[in-house]
């Protein structure tokens, strides 16, 4: 038993597990041994993601495919219950957000800080790696991040996909001085509006073809929002009026639906020696504008995932720089019944964009992540 001992008496742990096409089921999960280094922590808060609700309906993402069943979910933070024998900066009780992916820090990648992209990455919910809506998972203890008092549990578990938006905007070199475009107002085109915002940008123009979305960013600060259609033929009467919104160059935009039509705007649509950020990726290939793009030096970067982003993310909810609270639009408790309803809700779309698990787990619904 690790320091501390339990904070619960002995349970059976259970968990979400994906076992078939659109079929969740709560079933026994069983721990792996608590190491020296490790962590046991009690589930409060996971939210659903767009790639949960994509592995439910086609058991696959990218290259990664579902061959057996697989406890799911990555947003997540929890309570410490349990710490291993040479774990020094945690405590039983100690309120946490965890960082989902564990590289293997050998590499060259994860020696020169590029641990996001190391080629053996164990991630939450990624096969055949198992995630965290459970009652309880084992974690290292240098991945779980000490919540500061004033922010909650649902908060912190809303620090990975805040980290999404953060890592582009450090990517992107986002400051005072930069005008931000972004394609795309679901969760994952918000959590980058509010980040760029948090990084100083002084104005932020949002594009999407729903209302409700654009709405929802301007009520979370965007400085304008520009409606679009879904035809490629519009793309130049829509670099106007997107231009005209800015009033100003656009000097970096972030497409995070990763479209063709996206793409294509993004590309269009950024200044000379601008630079464009893709962060979605709806399509695996795409046919966009290159050579127009870089004949005006427009340069073209990717994300995946993140790193070293939680603290930030802890700062900037602690400092009231960035609150994430009005994108948690729905809460589920861990049964059957409901553990379906959430990823039904999120699948939906409609009004949702953050679910959480309650009880032991709260449940936010970032379900638009992949839809724009």
């Not at 104005?203 to 009520?219: C, E, G, P, Q």
């Not at 259609?229 to 009467?237: A, V, W």
Request: glycine share 10%.
């Amino acid at each position: 038993m690790g320091k501390g001992g339990k904070s619960h008496e002995e349970e059976e742990n259970m968990a979400a597990w994906l076992v078939g096409l659109n079929t969740l089921k709560i079933q026994p999960f069983k721990l792996p041994p608590l190491g020296p280094h490790d962590v046991k922590v009690r589930m409060k808060a996971v939210g659903i993601c767009g790639s949960d609700v994509h592995f439910l309906k086609t058991l696959r993402l990218a290259d990664f495919v579902v061959k057996e069943p697989m406890v799911i979910g990555h947003e997540c933070a929890g309570i410490i219950e349990e710490v291993g024998s040479e774990v020094k900066n945690l405590v039983p009780g100690d309120r946490v957000a965890l960082e989902p992916g564990i590289s293997c820090w050998r590499c060259d990648l994860c020696k020169e800080g590029r641990y996001n992209l190391c080629p053996e990455m164990k991630f939450f919910a990624t096969p055949p790696v198992h995630g965290s809506l459970a009652h309880q998972v084992v974690h290292p203890a240098y991945l779980c991040f000490k919540l500061p008092d004033n922010v909650s549990l649902e908060e912190g578990a809303m620090c990975e996909p805040l980290s999404v938006g953060v890592h582009a905007c450090r990517r992107a070199n986002i400051g005072p001085e930069t005008n931000v475009l972004v394609m795309g107002a679901g969760p994952i085109g918000l959590v980058t509006m509010l980040a760029a915002r948090a990084f100083g940008a002084p104005r932020i123009v949002i594009v999407d073809v729903n209302d409700n979305r654009l709405s929802v960013a301007k009520d979370l600060g965007a400085d304008e929002v520009v409606k679009v259609s879904t035809n490629m033929q519009d793309i130049p009467e829509e670099v106007e009026r997107i231009c005209k919104a800015m009033g100003a160059g656009v000097d970096v935009s972030f497409d995070c639906a990763g479209l063709n039509k996206t793409m294509s705007t993004a590309l269009t649509a950024t200044s000379a020696g601008g630079k464009v950020c893709l962060v979605g990726m709806g399509h695996t290939e795409m046919t966009v504008p290159l050579t127009p793009a870089a004949t005006r030096e427009v340069d073209v970067i990717g994300i995946f995932r993140y790193k070293n982003t939680w603290p930030l993310c802890l700062e900037f909810l602690r400092s009231g720089k960035i609150d994430v609270k009005p994108l948690i639009t729905h809460r589920f408790g861990f049964s059957q019944k409901e553990v379906e309803e959430a990823f039904e809700t999120s699948a939906r779309g409609g009004n949702a964009i953050k679910i959480f698990r309650e009880t032991f787990l709260s449940y936010l619904v970032w379900h638009l992540v992949n839809n724009g």
